[in-house]
């Protein structure tokens, strides 16, 4: 009796360290990574994880512990919330069972799935909104979860809920803050520094109209002057349309259109557009993946590429949508560390990987530069 209370006094002890561990956690990223490491640890299973359910209801992020890189690769998919994941998403209670593939909610695993046996979900759940659920698989050493892992769990999804709406909260207020700075830089710049060389250009403009006509070295040192304050001021409006806040309104077509329409009328560099017509249904974070990685795209080629054409398209199958951004500009070496490439780049390459997604970029010196985004549907 004495070793079953001392038991159970130190799983309350592990549950509170790790509610204070999750709740000192900021990174949306890192608490719910935390969160899925701390629920396998909790209970001595084998492998977790913790999906977050999209607007569709399907599963939009899907993290994993306990699980090598190269064994998730082997799968021949990931997670789309059906069986007894879906299971704990339409009910939104507890599961636990012996044998997976006994449970007539089960519908197998996917090809290079690795074999798991009993299992326990457990979801998220604020002020009855689903947040995320926790899945673990195979008890170590037990044929089982017990009750008291079940329980164990539940009091950890409720630390985790607000550990959870924390983190959303604080990203959503820095989120805020970074973009009413970047509105105001970008108006200063607009109204002050653009105004300013504009006005120097025209003044040598009126200077070189009224130079003699033999006076041929003055105006062909002016003409490089006036072409040296246009390249700035086209060089600003670039970063004015970087900075500019951009929010996606769920209509992707129409969003991609007012991109480009935008970066047209900042660099006059043209793009090619084709888009697929069946794009209405698309899941909403699938949707906004794809406009995102455009925008990104974009920003990156006015600043960098010195592209004299840019093509997008945009196809979807039934399996998967992929957006393919190309330019002809002078490209770079994606292997040269020395180059400062930013967190765009890093941006895309984790939205991808987040939605179980691929990203691809190819480019090289004087070839241009592609970049693809590839998302399973």
């Known amino acids: 009796m004495l070793e079953k209370e001392y038991s159970a006094v130190q799983a309350l002890d592990a549950l509170n360290q790790a509610a204070l561990a999750i709740a000192g956690e900021l990174d949306s990223d890192k608490v719910l990574q935390q969160i899925v490491d701390t629920a396998r640890n909790l209970v001595g299973a084998r492998y977790a994880a913790l999906g977050v359910p999209g607007q569709d209801g399907h599963l939009a992020r899907f993290l994993t512990s306990g699980m090598k890189k ?8 990931p997670p789309r919330g059906r069986g007894l994941l ?10 636990r069972v012996k044998h997976i593939q006994e449970d007539p909610r089960s519908v197998g695993f996917p090809e290079g799935h690795p074999p798991m046996t009993s299992f326990l979900g457990v979801p998220i759940i604020a002020a009855g909104e689903p947040l995320g659920n926790l899945y673990l698989t195979d008890k170590n050493d037990y044929d089982e979860f017990s009750e008291a892992d079940q329980r164990l769990v539940e009091m950890l999804a409720a630390h985790a809920a607000i550990a959870i709406q924390n983190a959303m909260l604080y990203e959503q207020v820095e989120r805020l803050a970074v973009l009413e700075e970047r509105t105001r830089i970008g108006m200063d710049l607009h109204d002050g520094v653009i105004q300013s060389i504009y006005a120097v250009g025209l003044t040598l403009e ?6 003699p006509a033999d006076e041929f070295e003055s105006a062909k040192l002016l003409d490089t002057a006036i072409e040296g304050l246009n390249d700035a001021i086209r060089d600003i409006r670039n970063f004015i349309l970087d900075l500019r806040p951009r929010r996606f309104s769920g209509d992707l077509s129409q969003g991609l259109a007012r991109l480009v329409r935008e970066f047209q009328a900042n660099t006059m560099v043209p793009v090619t557009m084709t888009i697929s017509q ?12 794809l406009f ?27 399996s998967a949508v992929m ?13 040269d560390d020395s180059r400062q490439v930013g967190h765009g780049l890093a941006n895309m390459q984790a939205r991808a990987e987040g939605m179980g997604g691929m990203f691809r970029l190819r480019s090289a010196v004087g070839q241009g530069t592609t970049v693809t985004l590839k998302i399973p549907l």
């Open 70 to 77: 190269e064994d998730q690769e082997r799968i021949a998919h």
């Open 86 to 95: 879906g299971a704990l998403v339409g009910e939104r209670s507890s599961i």
């Open 206 to 211: 009126s200077i070189y109209l009224s130079l």
């Open 278 to 289: 069946q794009l209405d249904n698309l899941p909403a974070p699938t949707a906004r993946a």
């Open 292 to 318: 995102l990685t455009t925008q990104e795209s974009l920003a990156n080629i006015a600043r960098h590429a010195r592209a004299g054409n840019v093509i997008l398209t945009l196809m979807r199958s039934n």
């Open 323 to 335: 957006v393919v951004i190309e330019d002809d500009g002078r490209g770079f070496d994606p292997n």
